[in-house]
Every structure is written in C-alpha cells, then in structure tokens.
C-alpha cells in the first residue's frame, strides 16, 4: 500500500514537471531554430542547428534593450515604493484600532473584486489633464496605486502573526516606536516583506493594459506594451515572438527562482495561526 | 458612465441615456454567450486548478530529494503574465505547424488535425487547458504553505488514536487548512473571472466571439470599439454578479475570516 502511493507520487509529480516544463521548452528551442527549421515540417523537437538570429532580429527591428531598461524602472521603482508605504500602512492596520478602521479593510477587499481596467477611461483623462501620459512615471504612480491594497493586506497578515510584546518590550528598553518598527519587527518580517516586494515587481513587470493606454511613444513602451504590438505588426515572425517572448520571461524567472524558498516560507509563516 | 452615451472617438456628445447600455448588452448574443462562457471558464479553471494544485501541494509535503529545484519548475508559471502565456499556447495549438498537433498525429491519437483555436467547438476548451495550466502554481503555493503550518502534535495525537492516512487527511489536515482553501478559491475565482490577458494573448476573443468572456468582451469594447457606456455597462453587470457570487460561497462556507491569510 505504502509502496503503491509512493509510485503514484512519484509519477504524478513526474507528469506534472514535463506538462509545466514542456512550454518553456518549446519556447527556447523556437526561439533557437533557424527560420527555415521553424515552418518545416515534421517539427523539430531537437533543432539541427542552433542559431541566435532571432535574438539578434528582434534588436534590430525594434529598440528592445529600451523596453527591457524601461520595464526593469518601472517595475523596480513602483515596487519599493509599494513596499514602503504598504509596510506602514499594514503596521497601522494590524497594531491599532480607530474610527472607520474596519471600512478601511473592507475597501481595500473590494478593490479586488473590480474588475481594474474600468477605471482606465476616467484615469487617463485625468493624467492627461496633469500631463503626465507618455510619462514613465504615470506607469509608477498607476502600480503603486493599484497594489497597495493588496501588499497591505499580505503585510498586515504577517505583522498579526508577530506578537507585540515583541516591540512593547523594546520601547520599555528605550526604543520609540519608530526604533522598535525598524530595528526589531522589519528584520523578523523580512521573508514576509521579500515575497510582497516579488509579487509587486512580478505584477509590474508583466502589466499590459495600463501600459498600452498610457504610453504611445516607442522609447518608453514597457516589454509587454512591446510585445503587443510586435503581435499586431509582424504575426507571423514567431522566431521573433518567442525570442522576445524568452527575453521578458528571463527576470521573473529568475527573481522566482532566488526568491521561492521565500515566498513559501513567508506565506507559511503567514498561515500559521498565532 | 454606464448610464451615458460614451464613445471615445465622439466625446463631444456623451449624454445621459439611462438603461439602455443594459438593454444593449443584453440582446447582444456576443454578450450571452460571453456570459455562458465566463460560467464554464471560472467554473472549469477553478475545480481543475483546485483539485491539481491540492494534490500536488499533499504529494509535495514531506521533504524529498531536490524538493527546492522541483519547486522551482513546478510554480515558475505563477510568474509569468497571461498574455505571454497566451502566445506561447496560441504556438503550441496551431493547426498547421503546432505542437499539440504534431505530438498526437505521432502517436497516432488523432488522425486529422484538430483546429484547437480556430474550431468554435474546440476554442473554449483550449483555452480552459491554458488557464488551468497557468493557474496550478497558484494553488500548489498557498495549499503547499498551509499544509506545512499544521503542527506536527495534531499528527502525533491522531497516530496515537490508531487513525489511517485517509482518516488523518480527511480529520486534521483538511479542517486544518480550510480557511486557506476558502479564502484562495474565493480570490480566485474573482481573479480568473476579472482577468482577461490570457484570452487577449490566446484568441483575442476568436474564432466569432467564441471565446469571449465578459472581461475580455468588456476589454474589447474599450480597445477596438472606443465604447466606455457599454464597456462600463459590462463592468456594472460583472460586479453584480461578483457580489452574489461573494455573499453566495460566504454563505454556504460559512467563513468568517476571508482574505485572511
């Protein structure tokens, strides 16, 4: 009986890693065939060659390393901006109780019921009266906005679990409250803090609607806004797409990769009932 | 603005025309059947991403050999967008030159190519395979996360009670990691219903509008139309019907803590 659950295990999870690995495969190997090797037929799950000429095609159709450093700004820049007013934010809703504490909550669960793009009419007429459109800096504020919520409940998630005897006793050593946020809770919150920073760059780096609403000139489109419009001109060149495709995957690909043991680790440490 | 006249390419005559956008929408058949397939897409993607993502998430539990690399490449999907996603798949599905082809004509599945997304009949359910794909990380992660919190005394106290791993599954971990699996199939369930970057990468909608599901109807009225009043119209209805939706599984779960986790 052990025996046989152990085979089942062991082949479920054997099936399961060649389904979510066989796309990315494909990608790369797409990505990887000369032209002629990708519309030949039978496929090539092995190409005879390889070649980097898609690579090389899509950096010379387009000013992708521009979209590439203005996808990398964007993300980054709105991200720690999320995290640090998330951070204060969730330490005020988990340590103290006031007049419209509760409402505030239940405003920022209803913000992810909505669907978000339908706010995207009134929202641009109103950063185009500020003149911020065709601004990568409309693209941060539009993030930072739209993920506080969200970051805030995770973060006070992980501040409840936190006992506050812990700060209490460092103010009675001495420290102000700020000292005590600071020195003491930040460091324990860490795993907590570094899986909401991954999932805010991780949103920011992969958004495309606001994006495409927001920015129309080339030098400041993001990878997706990038990629959607490589679809609308060029549909059937997929040795570009999947080169492009493999080049926007690669950085959250590897912050996940660095960064999973993480985010686990911080969503069980925010599971667990203190 | 769901009650107004609102085009963008026309702003100069927005006017107030009360239900009619509703009305629009509703003898519109690109919207009922929009409607019918956000109902099969939320209710498919999530069963299938639930009951996948729970297995996996149990098989995973107990430590193993290369369980961190394992991890790495079972939920790395998580953090790509849908719309890559839906490319990618849109690849792999083609009729002429695509994998999925390719791979059951070899093994002698199929004889004829199978249209996946150009094939009305076949479109949705492609699509509803990419979704779930996509969509198992998601669940593996905060399944997998609850699991590892149950303390180990509540396992030591059932095997003292002589109790199988059935009982032990069906007694303590399951109860234990309810609210989680409430509160992640509720926000799920909103997220895929919300959510149409995938449909927009994969079919954008086609072959006719059969793939269309309100969030992706409601996108296309914005993009190619300019149409905010029936765009907003759309956003109204899906809101409704996420409400019901919302005090509907509250009620019959019960929870109390939700989006607590």
């Known amino acids: ?274 | 603005m769901a009650f107004q006249d609102y085009k963008l390419f026309d702003l100069r005559h927005i006017k107030f025309v009360g239900f009619s956008n509703f009305k629009d929408a509703f003898q519109d058949p690109k919207f009922l059947l929009a409607l019918k397939n956000s109902g099969y897409w939320v209710f498919f993607s999530l069963i299938s991403q639930f009951l996948i993502g729970l297995t996996l998430a149990l098989f995973m539990k107990k430590q193993f050999k290369g369980r961190g690399i394992y991890q790495g490449f079972a939920f790395y999907s998580w953090a790509l967008s849908g719309f890559l996603i839906g490319m990618i798949w849109k690849w792999m599905f083609n009729s002429q030159i695509g994998v999925f082809n390719d791979l059951l004509l070899r093994t002698g599945i199929i004889h004829d190519r199978i249209g996946f997304l150009s094939n009305p009949s076949w479109a949705m359910a492609s699509a509803i395979i990419a979704n779930v794909w996509y969509g198992v990380a998601f669940f593996a992660i905060m399944l997998l996360a609850a699991l590892q919190s149950v303390p180990a005394d509540l396992y030591e106290a059932a095997d003292m009670d002589g109790a199988s791993g059935t009982r032990k599954l069906l007694n303590v971990t399951l109860p234990y990691i309810m609210p989680t699996i409430i509160s992640t199939t509720l926000l799920r369930a909103i997220w895929i219903f919300n959510d149409p970057t995938l449909i927009y990468g994969l079919t954008n909608g086609g072959p006719a509008g059969s793939t269309h599901i309100l969030s992706s109807l409601m996108l296309d009225k914005i993009i190619y139309a300019g149409d905010y009043g029936a765009a907003s119209a759309i956003g109204v209805i899906m809101i409704v019907l996420l409400l019901l939706y919302t005090i509907f599984f509250l009620g019959i779960t019960k929870a109390e803590k939700v989006g607590d986790f």
């Open chain 1, 1 to 274: 009986m052990k025996k046989l659950l152990g085979s089942i295990k062991f082949l479920f999870l054997s099936i399961y890693l060649i389904v979510m690995i066989f796309p990315l495969y494909w990608i790369v190997i797409t990505s990887l065939k000369p032209q002629k090797d990708i519309f030949s037929f039978p496929l090539k799950y092995w190409p005879g060659k390889f070649t980097f000429q898609n690579y090389e095609n899509i950096f010379k159709i387009s000013k992708f390393h521009i979209y590439i450093g203005n996808s990398l700004i964007v993300a980054i820049a709105a991200a720690f901006v999320v995290i640090i007013i998330s951070v204060l934010s969730a330490y005020v809703m988990a340590r103290f109780t006031f007049r419209g504490h509760r409402q505030i909550m239940l405003a920022f669960f209803l913000t992810q019921m909505l669907p978000g793009f339908i706010a995207l009419a009134p929202l641009y007429r109103m950063m185009s009266s500020f003149h911020l459109t065709n601004h990568l800096f409309s693209l941060v504020l539009m993030y930072t906005v739209g993920l506080i919520p969200f970051s805030t409940i995770m973060l006070r998630g992980f501040f409840q679990r936190i006992p506050s005897s812990l700060e209490e006793a460092a103010m009675i050593d001495g420290c102000s409250r700020w000292t005590a946020l600071l020195r003491i809770i930040i460091p324990v919150m860490l795993p907590g803090i570094a899986s909401t920073f991954i999932f805010a760059f991780v949103q920011n780096w992969n958004e495309l609607f606001v994006a495409v609403m927001f920015i129309d000139n080339d030098a400041l489109k993001t990878l997706p806004v990038a990629m959607n419009s490589f679809i609308l001109k060029f549909d059937v060149d997929w040795g570009a797409m999947s080169a492009g495709a493999v080049l926007s995957i690669i950085p959250t690909i590897f912050i996940f990769a660095i960064a999973q043991r993480f985010i686990v680790e911080g969503l069980t440490q925010g599971a667990e009932k203190g």
